[in-house]
């Protein structure tokens, strides 16, 4: 069991997990408190079959990545690891965008079904609330677990842990527990996920590069593993720990081509500034709060 994989794994079944948990305990707290009760079992359907068709994609995914021979298992890997990167990208800015109005916006989803009585209209709110972040989790672990290799039990079996984390959160958030602060929590996981996704977009540069698809900027940029080097081999003792734990973790290697680092490097950069810098309010609720109402 390769602890860097496997902390990877838990970080990102922990906090997708939490916000898929967040969604349903939101909406399972909000039916209580209006006396719907009777409907739970509705959001648990949908939230269920959200959850299995998450899996069979992720499993049919992870499947096919094997059915591949050189070098269209190299190629397939690399676009497996860029799309991983690219969707818990586009995933970090929404949830940094959409986390203050999401609590609103579900109240607003379950009183239109109640309203409209449609015996699947909960159940399709919890699928669609909750089949976004699986999917993300699936495609994200797929990429993870790629980079992984031999070690892809790892970062699966971290991500069930991470899974369960989040399934007692979200317990403890229904049952009014504030076990944690939430925007503190998406905010650190937040900056964590930009280092694991800068690791799998220079990862996927080097599985273009194995391929023959990228012939620039291959020289190597540095050499440091007689320092720190990524192999957990016997004779580089602690130090090649270290390296195998940071090289799961954040995409680290001892001995970097100049196009996978400068990529690794410019993303870390600007992703990490575009997602720590204020957040502006937006034209429209800057408008709506100075027009006066029945104006």
Request: proline share 3%.
């Amino acid at each position: 069991m390769d602890l860097g994989f496997l902390t990877t794994g838990l970080l990102t079944g922990l906090r997708e997990g939490v916000e898929a948990a967040l969604i349903v305990s939101i909406i399972l707290a909000y039916l209580a408190k209006t006396g719907n009760q009777r409907h739970f079992s509705r959001i648990w359907l949908g939230a269920g079959a959200a959850i299995t068709l998450s899996i069979v994609v992720g499993v049919i995914l992870f499947v096919t990545i094997g059915g591949f021979e050189e070098p269209a298992e190299q190629i397939f890997e690399g676009f497996a690891m860029l799309i991983a990167a690219a969707v818990v990208t586009w995933m970090l800015f929404w949830m940094r965008r959409t986390a203050a109005n999401i609590k609103g916006e579900l109240h607003a989803g379950v009183d239109r079904a109640l309203m409209e009585g449609g015996i699947f209209g909960l159940a399709i709110l919890a699928f669609t609330a909750v089949i976004r972040e699986g999917i993300e989790t699936a495609l994200f672990l797929m990429g993870q677990a790629t980079a992984a290799g031999a070690q892809a039990t790892s970062t699966l079996v971290g991500a069930v842990i991470g899974l369960a984390i989040a399934v007692a959160i979200g317990y403890g958030l229904y049952r009014g527990a504030r076990i944690i602060n939430l925007r503190t929590f998406f905010a650190w996981t937040g900056i964590a996920l930009i280092f694991i996704a800068a690791g799998l977009l220079s990862h996927g540069i080097h599985e273009f590069i194995e391929a023959g698809w990228i012939t620039f900027g291959t020289a190597t940029a540095f050499d440091i593993s007689g320092i720190l080097p990524h192999e957990p081999e016997p004779q580089n003792g602690a130090a090649g720990v270290v390296g195998s734990i940071l090289r799961a973790l954040v995409g680290y290697t001892s001995t970097p081509e100049w196009i996978t680092f400068v990529a690794w490097l410019a993303y870390i950069v600007v992703v990490l500034y575009l997602y720590t810098r204020p957040l502006r309010p937006s034209p429209a609720r800057s408008t709506s709060e100075r027009t006066p109402v029945g104006a």
